[in-house]
């Protein structure tokens, strides 16, 4: 972690830990950013979609896609390449994605789970609508 | 946690931690996997009541993980697939996210039903389609 993002009264933690029972968190988890972001790219269900408002990391994340007018359909809505490959290739990826009519939620799921990244499929998004997509990686 | 799957260098914590602010992850969470055996995922009838429905490899744990199922006979709307914990929980979890996705390049509307200590089902709202491969994740959240 770097030192700047390090606030004094913080507990710094630098060597994996292994919780070897159930682990509260009374207000929630963080997605650290000392490590990078994550490259995302449009993939061919989005058409020649384009991405806005990326936030987050390779452990969690958010972003808008705005699918094409032509070309969109079924299939990988966007890939997400982790900034630091992974050791081991993750145990759950899951993902959500809602269209930002507010009319429906877009049926979605994470597949070709690899130490590099994921693929994010999708049934066919509406064209030049605009999808809010959430990940979270479990490695 | 088995001593063979403890590495020096870690830090291994055996009691139970409440953190009472914000936790940050700067490198993201792993799943315990198997330390306290894998879960048992079984196919529900909307993955198809007349055979030829299959579970693949289960990777991960009660926490999190992937799995792929193969859509036999008739499949349809419904419990696509039931997944036992490996130990169980001690109450029902708070919150436990899935998806389904199609291996040919689609997803399925999906949630997850009958959550108890034991564990949980996979339904989906849309029928599968008879020998399709889909891709599950789930995370749980007790």
């Known amino acids: ?46 058409g020649a979609g384009t991405l806005s408002s990326i936030r987050g990391t390779d452990f969690a994340g958010n972003f808008v896609i705005n699918v094409a007018a032509a070309g969109s359909g079924a299939g990988t809505l966007a890939t997400v390449t982790f900034a630091n490959q992974l050791a081991v ?36 998004p509406v064209a030049v609508h605009f999808y809010t997509v959430s990940y979270t990686v479990i490695q | 946690m088995p001593l063979n799957q403890f590495i020096s260098g870690q830090s ?10 914000f936790t940050t992850f700067n ?15 079984a196919t529900g009838v909307g993955a198809g009541t007349a055979g030829g429905a299959v579970i693949g490899t289960v990777t991960g744990s009660d926490f ?18 039931t997944v036992t914990y490996g130990t169980p929980l001690g109450a029902f979890p708070s919150g436990v996210i899935v998806n389904v996705s199609d291996n040919a390049g689609t997803a399925l ?3 997850a039903g009958s959550l108890t200590a034991n564990g949980f089902s996979i339904v989906t709202t849309q029928s599968p389609t008879l020998n399709h491969v889909y891709t599950v994740n789930y995370l749980v959240i007790q």
């Open chain 1, 1 to 46: 972690m770097p030192l700047g993002q390090y606030t004094p009264g913080q507990a710094l933690v630098e060597a994996p830990t292994v919780f070897d029972t159930f682990t509260t968190f009374n207000r929630g988890v963080k997605a650290g950013t000392g490590f990078g972001a994550p490259t995302i790219a449009a993939g061919a269900g989005a």
């Open chain 1, 89 to 124: 290739a993750p145990s759950s990826v899951v993902v959500s994605a809602s269209d930002n009519t507010g009319t429906a939620a877009l049926a979605a799921g994470a597949q070709t789970l690899a130490t590099t990244g994921f693929a994010i499929v999708t049934a066919a």
């Open chain 2, 64 to 81: 999190a993980a992937n799995f792929t199922v193969t859509a036999g006979t008739t499949p349809a709307v419904g419990t696509l697939a």
């Open chain 2, 12 to 21: 291994l914590e055996e009691a139970q931690y409440v953190f009472d602010t």
């Open chain 2, 109 to 111: 509307t999906t949630g």
């Open chain 2, 27 to 41: 490198r993201g969470m792993k799943s315990g996997r198997t330390a306290f055996g894998a879960p048992t995922v």
